[in-house]
C-alpha cells in the first residue's frame, strides 16, 4: 500500500515568509521522512514515485507527500530546510498518517 502524507506548514506563518532571505529563502523546501515505528530509525522515503522532499510556494499552506513503500503502521516527520540543507527547522512531532 502507498501512502499519501499531507504536511502543513506551522500557524501564522504563510510560506511568503518562509521563503523570505531572511528565513529559509528561495528554493526552501519540506524534507519527509519514513520510519517503521515511532522511535525506529527514519530516513528520507524512497521508491518510485516518492516525494522526499517538496518544494514551498508562496500562498500554499498544504503539500502531499508521496511513500511508495508506506505500510498502515508508518510513522512520518518532516522539517523545512533551505535550499542548501545549512538552515533546518526542528523536526515536527512524529505522526502516523493513514491515507493510503
Known amino acids: 500500500m502507498a501512502n499519501k502524507i499531507k504536511v502543513t506548514l506551522p500557524l501564522l506563518v504563510p510560506a511568503s515568509d518562509l521563503l523570505n532571505a531572511g528565513m529559509y529563502g528561495t528554493g526552501s523546501l519540506f524534507r519527509v521522512q519514513s520510519a517503521p515505528t515511532r522511535d ?23 503539500y502531499s507527500a508521496y511513500d511508495p513503500n508506506g505500510t498502515a503502521t508508518t510513522w512520518y516527520r518532516a522539517r523545512i530546510e533551505d535550499s542548501g540543507g545549512t538552515r533546518l527547522s526542528d523536526w515536527s512531532v512524529v505522526t502516523l498518517t493513514i491515507y493510503g
Do not use: I, K
Open 40 to 62: 525506529g530509525t527514519y530516513a528520507d522515503l524512497t521508491g518510485t514515485g516518492a516525494t522526499p522532499t517538496v518544494a514551498l510556494v508562496s500562498g500554499t499552506e498544504v
